[in-house]
């Protein structure tokens, strides 16, 4: 079945440092990928919808300049967390859907858990 | 605007125990997809069922049954003889047919399976 990769699956890094994670779809063309932020012990937020070869929607309240996405194709999205801070720390996972997704379930990456001391 | 409510925060149950996990959704669209995915520990979100609103019939697979009920608006999750690896979060989602196709997420009901 389709296969969403998320890439890397955890990151420790210091204060200030720039972190870019990558979601692929890996056997169909996704032209929307979705983004989504998880506390611990909460639900899934969406932080932003990727679209291929346009600006990324951003979700009220999610810094579009902190947390960069680029959608460069129709397998890669990218999200880099600029100069992160211990408050964002957190579960980032994507999810992608291809042709004629709304039938289908949307596809999930495994996420990446990002810690920054 | 849609909503989806997972009324139970946690659950705690003893191994092969039945457990029913419940989800109640709000939408005024006719055409609706509902889901039910398990996150594991580890983090990666399982997807377990989608089930679309003129499919009322219930389903089971394995240990694993969901009772639709556009009635009450519910999508009930019963995991049968439950077992330790069933330990996860469960979340309930809603999808709409028309726009956007992002669903809405429960809050998640962590479901904790005792030896």
């Known amino acids: 079945g389709a296969v969403v990769s998320q890439h890397p699956s955890r990151v420790i890094c210091k204060s200030g440092t720039s972190v870019k994670i990558e979601c692929r779809s890996l056997?169909?063309?996704?032209?929307?990928m979705f983004w989504y932020r998880q506390f611990p012990k909460q639900s899934l937020m969406l932080m932003a919808t990727s679209n291929e070869g346009s600006k990324a929607t951003y979700e009220q309240g999610v810094e579009k300049d902190k947390f960069l996405i680029n959608h460069a194709s129709l397998t890669l999205s990218t999200l880099t967390v600029t100069s992160a801070h211990p408050e964002d720390s957190s579960f980032y996972i994507c999810s992608a859907g291809g042709q004629g997704y709304f039938n289908q379930p949307q596809h999930f990456g495994d996420g990446t858990r990002l810690s920054i001391l | 605007a849609q909503k989806v409510t997972q009324a139970q925060t946690e659950i705690s149950v003893v191994e092969k125990e039945d457990v029913t996990l419940d989800c109640v959704y709000e939408t005024r669209d006719t055409t609706y997809y509902l889901f039910w995915y398990k996150q594991p520990p580890s983090g990666e979100l399982v997807f377990l069922i989608r089930r679309n609103s003129f499919d009322e019939q219930n389903e089971i697979s394995g240990r694993y049954s969901w009772n639709f009920q556009k009635s009450t608006s519910s999508f009930n999750f019963t995991i049968t003889a439950s077992q330790v690896v069933d330990s996860a979060v469960y979340f309930c989602?809603?999808?709409?047919?028309?726009?956007?196709?992002?669903?809405?997420f429960g809050r998640g009901t962590s479901l904790i399976v005792h030896p």
């Open positions: 989602a809603l999808v709409l047919s028309g726009g956007s196709y992002i669903p809405t």
């Open positions: 056997d169909f063309q996704a032209t929307t």
